[in-house]
């Protein structure tokens, strides 16, 4: 989940996550855990932020004259805007990794979550046009990779029409697309697009 904050000069801010009275929290690694009959879910801050969060409990009212405890995760940090915070939604929570924002210039936003699995890169770009993050570029609003030993396994593209990685072309079509995935996994590959027609993955 990307929040973006406008406006100018210093402000006082605050993100809540607000869950539903029956769960049970915990904190672990950086995260907040809510869990109930055996189902998880994890809301991972961006660590590299100057954010302090915190789990509170509150009252809520679901219907007039009644009140009954629920449970919120807060962030809240004194910011000069405009200003954006990254937050992560892990279900199942069986894992939980490091959830960062990497330092970059230009119009491009990088977040990097590390686990088991690999290195999954999430890329936004609210300007039109092409934009270069190394070592990423593209033009899309949207990119996710998922790099195992330097590999990309997994691509999510929107709103875009190319993609690189390290100078190399990992995706190009003829005209934007509003989503294209490639899946790579137990030796076999799956592409699927919104538009099949303008499908054109370069491996």
């Not at 592409?191 to 370069?202: E, G, Q």
Request: contains cysteine; hydrophobic residues 35%.
């Amino acid at each position: 989940m990307r929040d973006v904050l406008t406006g100018k000069e210093m402000h006082e801010v605050e993100i809540a996550w607000h869950l539903a009275p029956d769960l049970v929290m915990e904190n672990s690694q950086g995260a907040f855990v809510a869990s109930a009959d055996g189902t998880k879910l994890a809301v991972l801050p961006d660590s590299s932020a100057n954010w302090l969060y915190a789990s509170e409990k509150y009252q809520i009212s679901p219907a007039y004259g009644k009140l009954q405890s629920a449970i919120r995760v807060a962030g809240r940090a004194k910011l000069e805007l405009p200003e954006e915070h990254g937050t992560l939604l892990i279900a199942g929570a069986a894992e939980i990794g490091r959830f960062t924002r990497v330092q970059t210039t230009g119009p491009a936003v990088l977040y990097r979550y590390e686990d088991s699995a690999g290195s999954h890169c999430i890329l936004f770009s609210d300007q039109a046009g092409r934009w270069s993050c190394p070592p990423f570029a593209g033009d899309c609003k949207l990119l996710y990779l998922l790099l195992e030993n330097d590999e990309v396994k997994r691509l999510i593209l929107c709103d875009g029409s190319r993609a690189e990685y390290k100078g190399k072309t990992i995706v190009q079509n003829q005209s934007s697309v509003q989503r294209f995935e490639r899946d790579q996994h137990s030796g076999m590959t799956e592409a699927s697009s919104s538009d099949s027609v303008k499908l054109h993955p370069v491996s």
